[in-house]
């Protein structure tokens, strides 16, 4: 199973960006799609994730600005990311927690992509 993460880029402050993120591969079902972040020198942290009967969490810095969405015909999750500070700067990664055709549980991460946030 591979993810796929697009969308990455510059934007300045206030703007907006999607990333999406595909899955392909031995997949049975895909439960759990999300985004994490990390930036130099910090740890990765949850960004925003949505079950595979649409419940959604968010990080509290990201409540009210971002909207994670997912279409499960297509195994691809979504990040739609508004009023984008300089904070938000990190590379973003997708995970997956996906039942492989051969009924094995796994966990997926993407390859990351960079998104900037500056003027």
């Known amino acids: 199973v591979q993810l796929q993460a697009f969308g990455g880029g510059l934007v300045q402050p206030g703007g907006s960006l999607k990333l999406s993120c595909a899955a392909s591969?031995?997949?049975?079902?895909?439960?759990?799609m999300g985004w994490y972040r990390q930036a130099p020198g910090k740890q990765r942290e949850l960004v925003a994730r949505v079950t595979s009967g649409g419940s959604r969490n968010y990080a509290d810095s990201v409540k009210g600005r971002f909207t994670i969405s997912r279409d499960n015909a297509k195994n691809t999750v979504y990040l739609q990311m508004n009023s984008l500070k300089p904070e938000d700067t990190s590379v973003y990664y997708c995970n997956a927690d996906v039942r492989t055709t051969s009924w094995a549980l796994m966990n997926y991460w993407g390859q990351g992509t960079q998104v900037t946030v500056s003027s």
């Open positions: 591969g031995s997949i049975g079902s895909i439960n759990t």
